[in-house]
């Protein structure tokens, strides 16, 4: 009958020669074509595909490594270092065509090492990321980058990843004070200065304090240079360190803040971006912000006050308690975070003026 005929015409061509090499010309061509072709189908559905992949690989590519940083990108290190899934970080250029963030260290563009790859298509859906941890009067002049970038990664608050020097973590339990309150102490206020302008508003507010009280300046200026491990213990002999920033900048806090002064045990005294992103950011009374007072005279009589009363000193430790402080010191970090966010991130965002986002940070 009919339905034999067609089941032994069918079995006959499978047997054929013409069917095996039909079959492996098939898986070879799945094998090649399959990856663009996937590709094109995600970049044309990105949305369906995008519900689809929540728990999908993003994959970063780091166009260039910041400050030639050489820590290896091999094997799944935003899981390996910080416990992130499903987040590659290649620096491959080759692997251009399938990253879904490109991100461009600041640095190197500005001095021209680097330059980003305009001649390149750039595939739909795929971001590329500004990155830098520069406060803004260093980042060059930024008008060619208008209507390039999709993300920004800075130390700032309102960045789309944010990649602050340094963060103040809740402890589990509440913690013991054990000699949290430093003792020994030779000095009471130090300032560590590389780079002495008489133009930073800092200098005016060091001149007025060391006018009324003892402030001992280690650093190149002062011809007291201080190695790496000289550092913390120097600055752990001293009441008060002034965690001065070099540039005054919206949420600009380096590691002034969170190294030197919360590592060493002083109390900082601080002078950068107004208290609100100090407090925003900071434990709990844990510094002293010079905007506090009315005057640099007003703040040396309190400085004196406050190493004179031991009670009231410590009480500038009592955050340790609660909190610990998290210090930023791998770049590839930084990279990471962008997968916890990337789900997140505005479907379509475009920096039409760089240069305007990033002087709006100067306070
Ligand atoms: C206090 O400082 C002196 C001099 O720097 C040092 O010799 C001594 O061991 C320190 N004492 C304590 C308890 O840390
Ligand atoms: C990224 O920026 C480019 C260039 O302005 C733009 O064409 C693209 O649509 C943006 N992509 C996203 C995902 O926002």
């Known amino acids: 009958m009919g339905c034999n005929n067609i089941t032994k015409t069918v079995l006959i061509f499978m047997k054929s020669r013409f069917f095996l090499s039909f079959l492996c010309l098939l898986t070879l061509g799945l094998l090649v074509g399959w990856p663009r072709g ?71 563009l500005s001095e021209g090492t680097e330059k980003l790859p305009l001649h390149l298509p750039r595939p739909r859906g795929q ?45 589990k339990a509440e913690g013991h004070l054990p000699e949290d309150v430093p003792q020994n102490k ?98 709990p009374n844990s510094f002293i912000h010079v905007d506090e007072f009315a005057s640099v005279k007003d703040l040396a009589k309190y400085l004196q006050q406050l190493a004179e009363d031991k009670k009231r000193y410590s009480e500038y430790f009592a955050w340790k308690r609660q909190w610990k402080v998290k210090l930023s010191i791998d770049w590839r970090e930084s990279l990471c975070k962008i997968c916890l966010k990337y789900n997140s991130l505005p479907r379509k965002k475009v920096y039409s003026d760089l240069q305007a986002w990033n002087k709006a940070s100067n306070s």
């Open 38 to 108: 996937f590709h094109t189908l995600t970049a044309r559905y990105p949305s369906t595909f995008r519900k689809w992949s929540s728990s999908r690989r993003v994959t970063i590519l780091m166009w260039h490594r910041p400050f030639g940083e050489s820590s290896s990108l091999q094997g799944d290190v935003c899981w390996d270092l910080h416990r992130i899934p499903n987040c590659k970080l290649v620096d491959q250029r080759s692997l251009f065509p399938f990253a879904d963030v490109v991100v461009f260290h600041n640095r190197e």
């Open 127 to 171: 971001r590329w990321a500004w990155m830098t941890m520069e406060s803004p009067a260093h980042n060059g002049d930024l008008y060619q980058y208008a209507n390039i970038f999709n993300m920004t990664i800075t130390h700032r608050r309102d960045a789309d990843i944010s990649i602050p020097y340094g963060e103040r973590l809740p402890k």
């Open 186 to 283: 030779s000095f009471l206020a130090c300032w560590v200065v590389s780079n002495y302008r008489a133009h930073h508003r800092r200098t005016q507010v060091y001149k007025e304090l060391s006018a009324r009280i003892p402030v001992k300046v280690y650093g190149q200026w002062a011809n007291t240079p201080l190695d790496a491990s000289a550092l913390l213990p120097t600055i752990s002999r001293c009441y008060f360190y002034l965690a001065f920033e070099n540039s005054v900048a919206k949420d600009y806090i380096t590691e002034k803040l969170w190294r030197n002064a919360y590592q060493s045990g002083a109390v900082p005294v601080v002078l950068g971006p107004p208290l609100e992103d100090y407090k925003a950011v900071a434990p």
